[in-house]
C-alpha cells in the first residue's frame, strides 16, 4: 500500500496502517482479529487459542473472521519440531489458512523453511521471530521475507535487548523489521517509526479493549498496573514469560520447581518437561485469561502497559495510532530504504 504510513510491511500485506496486532494464546480471539484488520492494521490469528480456547474448528474460525472482515489477516505458526503430531497439525493449519486466502505468516521458535515454500507458493509472505541476530539469520536462510524483532518489554517470551539494539543488529539483514515490545500509546508508535522500523507488532495494548474476550479483571489489571508491576516468571511454560505482579504471582514466586528445573536442564527428560509443561500451560493460561473472579491467575503482559490507560475499541486505537504517525510524517527513513 502506498500513503503516508507506507513501509516494506505494508507493501507486503496489502495493509494501510504498519500496526500488528500479534498473535497471542489464549487472547486472540476472532472478533479481535478482525477489529483490527477492519480498521487498517492487521490481526494475526493464534491458531491453538482460536480452537481449544474460542471453541471453533479452525477453518469455521477463520470463515468468522472472514464475514467480519475482507481485509487482510495473517496467522502465526509455532514451527517447534520436538513433536511430530504437533507439527504436522500446524503444517495442515498452516494448508487450511492459505485455502482460505490468508497471505501472512508469522513463524517462531524453530525452523520455517516448510512454512515458507508453502506460503511463497501460494504468493505470501513469512515474518520470523527474532531476539536476537542469530535467529533472524536463521529465519532468512530458511526463506523468511521479514523479520518480527521481540524486544526485552514485551509480551509473551520476551527477549533481552532493547529496541534500538535490536533494530542495530537486525538493520544490515535487509529484510523489513517490525518492533514487538513495549509500545502501548501512539508517541511509541511515531518513535520507533522514526527510528526506522517497518511497523509495530502489539499484544497488551489489544487486550485492553471490549472485542477481546479476556475477562474484565485482567483488562483492568492491564490498565493499571506500571511498567515494574511487570515480572518474568518460568513457572508456566518453563522458560521466562511476562506476567503482572499479582499477589499471587508474589506469592507461588517466579522460578521452576526443583523438579522441573532438574528434569530440563538433563537430556534424557527435557522433552518430557517441555511436553508437561507446554500441555500445562495451555489449560492454565485458558482458564487464567476467561475466569472473571480473577484470582490465583497468570495475567501476561509486556512492559507496554505503561502507555495503556483506558479500555478501548480495537478499531479506534488503529485509528488513533495511524492519525498520529501520519500527523507526525513525513518522517527520516524513507519507506524503500533499509530499516535504520
Ligand atoms: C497474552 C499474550 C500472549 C501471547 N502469545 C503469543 C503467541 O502465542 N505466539 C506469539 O508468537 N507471540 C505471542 N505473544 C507476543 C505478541 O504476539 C507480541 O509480540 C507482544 O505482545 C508484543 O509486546 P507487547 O505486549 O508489549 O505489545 C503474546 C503476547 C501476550 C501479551
Not at 502506498?2 to 497471542?24: N, Q, W, Y
Not at 492459505?98 to 497471505?103: D, F, I, K, N, P
Not at 521475507?145 to 535487509?174: F, K, M, S, Y
Amino acid at each position: 500500500m502506498s500513503g503516508p504510513l507506507a513501509t516494506r510491511l505494508t507493501r507486503d500485506t496489502g495493509i494501510e496502517v504498519p500496526l500488528v496486532c500479534g498473535a497471542m494464546y489464549p487472547c486472540s480471539n476472532p472478533e479481535l482479529v478482525a477489529a483490527v484488520s477492519e480498521a487498517g492494521g492487521l490481526g494475526v490469528v493464534q491458531p491453538i487459542s482460536l480452537t481449544y480456547v474460542h471453541g471453533h474448528d479452525f477453518r469455521e474460525g477463520l470463515r468468522l473472521i472472514r464475514s467480519l472482515t475482507e481485509r487482510p489477516i495473517g496467522m502465526n505458526a509455532l514451527v517447534e519440531a520436538s513433536s511430530g503430531t504437533y507439527r504436522r497439525r500446524m503444517e495442515g493449519w498452516v494448508d487450511v489458512a492459505l485455502e482460505e486466502g490468508v497471505r501472512f505468516f508469522v513463524t517462531s521458535l524453530g525452523n520455517p523453511r516448510r512454512v515458507c515454500e508453502a506460503v511463497h507458493a501460494a504468493g505470501g509472505v513469512v515474518y520470523h521471530d527474532a531476539t536476537e541476530r542469530r535467529w533472524a539469520e536463521k529465519g532468512l536462510e530458511a526463506g523468511a521475507d521479514g523479520l518480527i524483532a521481540v524486544n526485552a518489554r514485551a509480551g509473551g517470551h520476551p527477549g533481552d535487548r532493547t529496541a534500538t539494539q535490536l533494530l542495530a543488529e537486525l538493520a544490515d539483514l535487509g529484510a523489513p523489521v517490525v518492533c514487538a515490545g513495549g509500545i502501548g500509546d501512539p508517541e511509541g508508535f511515531v518513535r520507533v517509526l522514526d527510528m526506522g522500523y517497518d511497523g509495530v507488532q502489539m499484544g497488551t495494548r489489544f487486550i485492553a479493549t471490549p472485542e477481546c474476550r479476556a475477562s474484565e479483571p485482567y483488562k483492568r489489571a492491564i490498565v493499571e498496573a506500571r511498567a515494574d508491576d511487570i515480572v518474568r516468571t518460568e513457572r508456566i511454560t518453563g522458560v521466562p514469560v511476562s506476567v503482572i505482579e499479582t499477589p499471587y504471582v508474589r506469592s507461588v514466586g517466579t522460578e521452576a520447581g526443583p523438579l522441573a528445573r532438574w528434569m530440563l536442564s538433563h537430556r534424557r527428560t527435557k522433552h518430557l518437561m517441555r511436553t508437561i509443561y507446554a500441555l500445562r500451560s495451555l489449560w492454565q493460561l485458558k482458564r487464567a485469561s476467561l475466569d472473571e473472579s480473577g484470582e490465583r491467575d497468570y495475567w501476561q503482559a509486556g512492559k507496554s502497559v505503561a502507555g495503556i490507560d483506558a479500555i478501548e475499541p480495537a478499531g479506534e486505537i488503529v485509528r488513533r495510532f495511524s492519525r498520529a504517525a501520519a500527523e507526525a510524517a513525513p518522517r527520516g527513513g524513507a519507506p524503500d530504504g533499509p530499516a535504520g
